[in-house]
């Protein structure tokens, strides 16, 4: 069975940092492109960063760059989304998701497998 699993959400500080973590099951995590996406209550999903198959390139919402770094480690079927300099706004929901996309990364539709989420919320 196919799956992703997201891990290392939580309750932080203005300022803080988190690491997020998405795993998959089922699948070989390196032939596909990784998203990470947020969710807000009642909004849609925007995309807040990319990184393709071989780890090569990467990409980030104007919101976030500088704040977080996506990386990937194919040996052990991971990738992570290094949260720094968290801000009230960025709490969220943080989803991953797998495609084989490398147009318009941070469109949802362009991805196939989904996690479940997990809650960040940043807040003093």
């Known amino acids: 069975q196919l799956q992703l699993v997201e891990s290392g959400g939580g309750l932080v500080q203005p300022g803080g940092s988190l690491r997020l973590s998405c795993a998959a099951s089922?699948?070989?995590?390196?032939?596909?492109?990784i998203g990470w996406f947020r969710q807000y209550p009642g909004k849609e999903r925007e995309g807040v960063s990319y990184?393709?198959?071989?780890?090569?390139?990467?990409e980030y919402a104007d919101s976030v760059k500088g704040r977080f770094t996506i990386s990937r480690d194919n040996a052990k079927n991971t990738v992570y989304l290094q949260m720094n300099s968290l801000k009230p706004e960025d709490t969220a929901i943080y989803l991953c998701?797998?495609?084989?996309?490398?147009?318009?990364?941070?469109?949802?539709?362009?991805?196939?497998?989904w996690g479940q989420g997990t809650q960040v919320t940043v807040s003093s």
């Open positions: 998701a797998a495609g084989r996309t490398s147009f318009r990364v941070m469109r949802p539709a362009n991805y196939d497998y």
């Open positions: 089922g699948f070989t995590l390196a032939s596909y492109a």
């Open positions: 990184i393709s198959s071989s780890g090569s390139r990467t």
